[in-house]
């Protein structure tokens, strides 16, 4: 595969920290969300505006309304595209969406509705794709629509388990759409992504740090989700992106 020495490296951030740490680490945008154990929903306008405001990096917005499923009903719909406006407002530079019928298909009418509303912002078709019936089909809607990247863990809970279908893609593609990589991306692997000729790798650097709090009592959950501690805080460690920037960088070199 030929090499593609802009290849970009793009930080799942559920924080503002987590911006701040891809910003300094050199990654070259962040996917801004909320709700990380629900993988993702559209996030504040505080916490984006704050990112705007105290970094230079590029931040594409989760639009996402809810945890799940990718199949929206007329409501949600509706909310989504007034999200997609107040983050475009706000000065986001693009969005990152997926939708699907009950059938596993595109939601091509939907897709096409926020791309006219949104004008010519930059559109990232998220992993609703790797649950879709038919990825080859949803890229060439996508493509058809002016989406311009998707990202894919090749159909499995990891990218690098899916990385013959990622190939797949980057091929199929032809260069009318960026493919990248994600789920499960980090510095000892991401040289393999680039090995097939992705257009970007996508990672949280995922770490963790104790809360703050001395007192904890016991028995008590404001979540309520088994296994997931109120007293452990994650964000993305900036020593991880950077050793995947460098890692990058050091591919193209060499």
């Known amino acids: 595969m030929k090499k593609n020495p802009c290849v970009q ?3 799942c951030a559920y924080s503002f920290i987590s911006c701040l740490a891809a910003n300094r680490a050199g990654a070259n945008r962040v996917e801004l969300c909320a709700s990380p154990w629900e993988g993702g929903t559209t996030p504040s306008w505080g916490l984006l505006s704050q990112v705007l405001a105290q970094t230079n990096i590029e931040v594409h917005a989760m639009l996402r309304p809810r945890g799940g499923d990718f199949c929206y009903d007329s409501y949600e719909k509706d909310t989504m595209e007034a999200e997609a406006m107040a983050l ?3 000065g986001v530079h693009g969005l990152v969406l997926g939708a699907l019928l009950p059938n596993g298909e595109i939601d091509y009418a939907f897709m096409e509705r926020i791309r006219k509303a949104t ?4 559109l990232t078709f998220h992993r609703a794709i790797d649950v879709s019936k038919e990825p080859l089909l949803v890229m060439e809607a996508l493509i058809s629509l002016g989406f311009t990247r998707i990202l894919t863990s090749g159909q499995r809970d990891k990218a690098l388990d899916g990385i013959l279908t990622i190939a797949q893609m980057v091929h199929a593609s032809n260069a009318r759409i960026e493919i990248m990589a994600g789920s499960g991306v980090h510095p000892t692997n991401c040289q393999e992504f680039l090995e097939i000729g992705v257009d970007a790798i996508h990672l949280s650097a995922r770490a963790m740090k104790d809360s703050q709090m001395e007192y904890r009592r016991p028995n008590i959950s404001m979540g309520g989700i088994p296994g997931i501690s109120e ?3 994650m964000y993305a460690s900036e ?3 950077r050793e995947t920037v460098n890692k990058v960088s050091e591919y193209y070199s060499s």
């Open 88 to 90: 475009i407002e706000a």
């Open 231 to 233: 007293f452990e805080i």
């Open 119 to 122: 004008g010519t912002i930059p």
């Open 9 to 11: 490296v793009e930080v």
């Open 239 to 241: 020593d991880l992106i």
